[in-house]
């Protein structure tokens, strides 16, 4: 991998953060824009990035890469107020849990000669801003592209390269579709449940104290940033419904034989989970 190109992170809470500590210890130029100027500060002190800014004119005329780490209602906005100082050439990316909601919108408006990619590192922290950053939640974990009918080849083996380069593990291909389709099941499904568990029990319950590390651990993913998973949950709606519609059909037959008190039920239902279990790991 090349490590001449300059990159530039655009936006450093947990996420960007992260990407700019791992770029720097394996010797990329990198810049960091962000609103706050404590985080800049925090960035330039940890050896992050070179030089950082409010806004991103300067750094986006001599990138060879933008990795916008955003929310996903702001990616368009951003690109629209600031996709003419972009380099021609460059490669534009992502780190947004949804795809679908944003794609056609993104794709029709970046600059002539660049282009953008859609990636999602499977990597991040409940916590929010850089100084919960580490590159350390980045290493082994795996790396979604989510190709359109526009993505190059030359894209995708060159964030894959650079995904590699600073300790991602696998490195996935899909399509948005089925992106977001599978972030539905594998993430926001669990957020889900986790939020409903803590929910469900009154403010004195003793739960917690007496499960112990079980409860903390089942239950650890409901310390949520709300903006975030609320963008996150909305803009991939349908998928959302669907999954939770199948959780709650599972959950249901398992309801149903409790109440008929019907072991039998309950063993079927107990040997088709194992058995996929099982198939899962083979897979693996």
Known sequence: MNRDKIITIVGLGVVGGSYALALSKKGY????????????????SAGAIKEGAHSPEEFFAKSDIIIIALYPNQIVEYLEKYG??????????????????????????????????????????????????????????????ARTDSTSEHAVTLMSDLAKDIGFGNVRITDV????????YTSQLPHAIAVSLINSDDEDSDTASFIGDSYRDLTRIANINEDLWSEL????????????????EQLGAIKKALCDEDEVLLKKLFIKSSQRRVLLEKKK
């Open 84 to 145: 003419k100082y972009i380099k021609n050439g460059c490669l534009v990316s992502d780190v947004a849990g949804i795809k679908s909601c944003f794609v056609d919108r993104i794709v029709g408006g970046i600059p002539s000669g660049c282009e953008f990619l859609f990636c999602h590192p499977m990597a991040g922290r409940e916590k929010r801003g850089f100084k919960y950053a580490d590159d350390k939640v980045l290493q082994g974990a795996n790396f979604l592209i």
């Open 29 to 44: 130029t990198v810049f960091g824009v962000n609103r706050s100027q404590e985080s800049l500060d925090a960035a330039l």
């Open 233 to 248: 949950f909305l803009g991939n709606r349908d998928n959302l419904i669907a999954t939770i519609t199948s959780f709650e």
């Open 177 to 184: 579709a089925t992106h977001d389709k599978v972030i539905a």
